[in-house]
Nanobody
Framework: QVQLVESGGGLAQTGGSLRLSCAAS????????MGWYRQAPGKQRELVAS???????NYADSVKDRFTISRDNAKKMVYLQMNSLKPEDTGVYYC????????????WGKGTPVTVSS
């Protein structure tokens, strides 16, 4: 069983920065693929960034060169550094974890809201 708790969301101005954190519990954290997703009002949840246990990262085109995902396996933490924020980055950001094994369960946090004002 994995539990995920996000923090760090809030209000930012266009061009500003926020750093999201995700605290994970459970065993074998270092082997899990971790991801940040977001859901804007009236839209589907979408992948923002992901990182494998080995540190390979992947980003949505809309956030490349602005957002950075990282992890600290010793602390069981995942971070999302968000720079040059835009109003379209507004949404609820969710942390996700999943073992890279077909059929494995996917775990979600409850989300942290981010609002970027223009």
């Amino acid at each position: 069983q994995v539990q995920l708790v996000e923090s760090g969301g809030g209000l930012a101005q266009t061009g500003g920065s926020l750093r999201l954190s995700c605290a994970a519990s459970g065993s074998f954290f270092s082997s899990y693929n971790m991801g940040w997703y977001r859901q804007a009002p009236g839209k589907q949840r979408e992948l923002v960034a992901s990182i494998t246990g080995g540190g390979t990262t992947n980003y949505a085109d809309s956030v490349k060169d602005r957002f950075t995902i990282s992890r600290d396996n010793a602390k069981k933490m995942v971070y999302l550094q968000m720079n040059s924020l835009k109003p379209e980055d507004t949404g609820v950001y969710y942390c996700n974890s999943k073992r890279p094994i077909p059929g494995s369960m996917s775990y979600w946090g409850k989300g942290t809201p981010v609002t970027v004002s223009s």
